[in-house]
């Protein structure tokens, strides 16, 4: 379906696929210089070699000891991949992108008291998007905010938040825009009519 959707089998298998292959190319590439094989890798700039690497395919840049040529490493990587999506999964059929990745938003203070984790976190969601994508967002990370205003269109102006305006648990609006962030429906910016009224009297 070339999207990343939650109840997508063929995305998870490239997304994790393409992971795979990067690792291993990145880890043959350190041993290949003296570095050690799990030296992290560190910089996002790292895809356009990749890519490179796997189109080009440059037989004196392959370990012998992983293939024997470029298309035997693939297909390693296609096999490991196959036997540890079955592990983790049972089926390939049951192995969906949003069972991979589902948005967990949590409060910083859930971790050190898991008895209001409850009271404190968002509701766990099955979602699309990824990194690198305009919906960006896997597990822990993921935009704070979506917005996008025009001038002179203001009343079509957007913000969306994934949580609410209140930062207290117990407030009825304290998950009162989770759904919307969450669903990718569009918010007005603009206020609207008057529904409540806060008065501080001394």
Do not use: K, N
Request: neutral net charge; contains cysteine; proline residues 10%.
């Amino acid at each position: 379906g070339a999207r990343a959707v939650p109840e997508s089998v063929g995305y998870r298998i490239v997304r994790r696929f393409r992971d795979r292959v990067e690792g291993s190319v990145w880890s043959m590439l350190m041993q290949g210089i003296g570095m050690p094989p799990d030296t992290p890798l560190v910089s996002r700039q790292f895809e356009g070699p990749l890519w490179r690497l796997v189109s080009e395919q440059p037989a004196h840049l392959l370990d012998p000891s992983r293939a024997a040529d470029w298309r035997g490493f693939l297909i390693a990587e296609i096999d490991a991949l196959a036997r540890e999506l079955r592990e983790r999964c049972g089926s390939l059929e049951r192995c969906t992108w949003g069972a991979a990745r589902p948005v967990d938003i949590r409060h910083p203070l859930s971790r050190a008291l898991p008895w209001l984790a409850g009271s404190l976190d968002m509701p766990t969601r099955q979602l699309p998007g990824d990194h690198d994508l305009p919906r960006v967002q896997a597990g822990a990370f993921g935009a704070s905010q979506r917005f996008a205003i025009a001038p002179g269109q203001e009343a079509e102006a957007y913000l969306q938040l994934p949580g609410g305006q209140s930062g207290h648990p117990l407030s009825p609006f304290y998950r009162a825009s989770f759904d919307a962030w969450a669903d990718g429906r569009a918010e007005p910016l603009l206020p609207g009519p008057t529904q409540h009224v806060i008065e501080v009297t001394p």
